[in-house]
Nanobody, 115 residues
Framework: QVQLVESGGGLVQAGGSLRLSCAASGSIRDINRWGWYRQPPGKQREVVAQLYRGREEYADSVKDRFTIDRDNAKNVVYLQMNSLKPEDTAVYYC??????????WGQGTQVTVSS
């Protein structure tokens, strides 16, 4: 089992920045893929960024604005979000997938970007 706890969401003006954190605990040695997803109001959950085998992958809508990284010593995954736009408003979820393709999710953190 893996537990994921997000933090760092909040209200920010357009053009501002936020950094989300995801603290992981449990059987994290089994995890080979880390990521961030988001669910805008009234829409489906979508992938934002992933970290897999040392490679970063981003949704086109956040490329060059968001950065995913992981502090292995602290077992924390971050999402640095710059140049935020109102359309980035969503509940952001931390995600981890094990080598046996089991998916773990955090509880989500709200990000609201005002225009």
């Amino acid at each position: 089992q893996v537990q994921l706890v997000e933090s760092g969401g909040g209200l920010v003006q357009a053009g501002g920045s936020l950094r989300l954190s995801c603290a992981a605990s449990g059987s994290i040695r089994d995890i080979n893929r880390w990521g961030w997803y988001r669910q805008p109001p009234g829409k489906q959950r979508e992938v934002v960024a992933q970290l897999y085998r040392g490679r970063e992958e981003y949704a086109d809508s956040v490329k060059d604005r968001f950065t995913i990284d992981r502090d292995n010593a602290k077992n924390v995954v971050y999402l640095q979000m710059n140049s935020l736009k109102p359309e980035d408003t969503a509940v952001y979820y931390c995600h981890a997938r094990s080598s046996t393709y089991f998916n773990y999710w955090g509880q989500g953190t709200q990000v609201t970007v005002s225009s």
